[in-house]
C-alpha cells in the first residue's frame, strides 16, 4: 500500500487500515506529504482530510492527490481547526509527541464520531531502565529492517519527545477509558480508542 515507502512509522499504517473498511470518513492529524491519506482512500474510505501544521507538506499532498475529489487537505493546528467536524476514523502517527499530550489526546477525543475510532502511532521519552532495554532491544531489529526495506525519509519536521511512555499510558488510560495501549518495536506505541456510540 505505501508504493515501497517505509520507515519505522508506516509499517504502523496497518493499524489504521484494518478500521478503514467501516469508516466513511477519515483524518489523518499530521498527515505530511499524505502518504496514509491516499492509503486510506485506497482501503475505500469515501472522505480523506489530512491535517499538518506545515503548509509546504500540505501543498505537496495536494499535489500528489492527482485530483482526487475524495481527498481534502487543510494546513493549521489540530487544536484550532476543523471546530465542530467529527471522522469515522482519526489518525495520528507521529504527531501527538509535537502537542501538549492532555490537550492533544482531548482533542484527538473530540474529533472522533460516536463509535468511530481513534488510531495513534507515537515517541515517546526514555525515562525508566525497562524504556532504555526495550529501546536497546530495538536497535538490531531496525538495523536489519532498514537494510532489507530501505528506509523512507519524509521530509516533514522531527521534534524529540518530552513525554514519557508513561506519560503516555497515564493520560491516554485517563482521557480515553477503555483504550488499547501498547509499546511497540522501532521506538514506537500505539493507542487504538472506540468513542462510545
Known sequence: MSDGRW?????YHRLALRLAGGASSALDVGCGEGLLT????AAGVARVTGLDLDPDQVARARSLAQADDGLRYVAGDVLEVLQGER?????????LHHLDLDDGLRR??????????????????????TDA???????????????????????AP?????????????????????????RRLYWRYSLVWQSPA
Open 7 to 11: 520507515n519505522h512509522n508506516t509499517h
Open 108 to 129: 484527538l477525543r473530540e474529533l472522533v464520531s460516536p463509535g468511530g475510532h481513534l488510531v495513534v502511532v507515537g515517541l515517546a521519552r526514555v525515562a525508566t531502565p
Open 133 to 155: 532495554a526495550l529501546s536497546l532491544a530495538a536497535v538490531p531489529a531496525a538495523k536489519v529492517a532498514d537494510r532489507a526495506r530501505g528506509h523512507w525519509e519524509h521530509g
Open 87 to 95: 471522522f469515522d476514523l482519526v489518525t495520528c502517527f507521529a504527531t
Open 158 to 182: 522531527v521534534r524529540d519527545p518530552e513525554h514519557s511512555y508513561g506519560d503516555v499510558r497515564t493520560a491516554a488510560r485517563s482521557i480515553l477509558p477503555g483504550v488499547l495501549w501498547r
Open 38 to 41: 491516499r492509503e486510506l482512500r
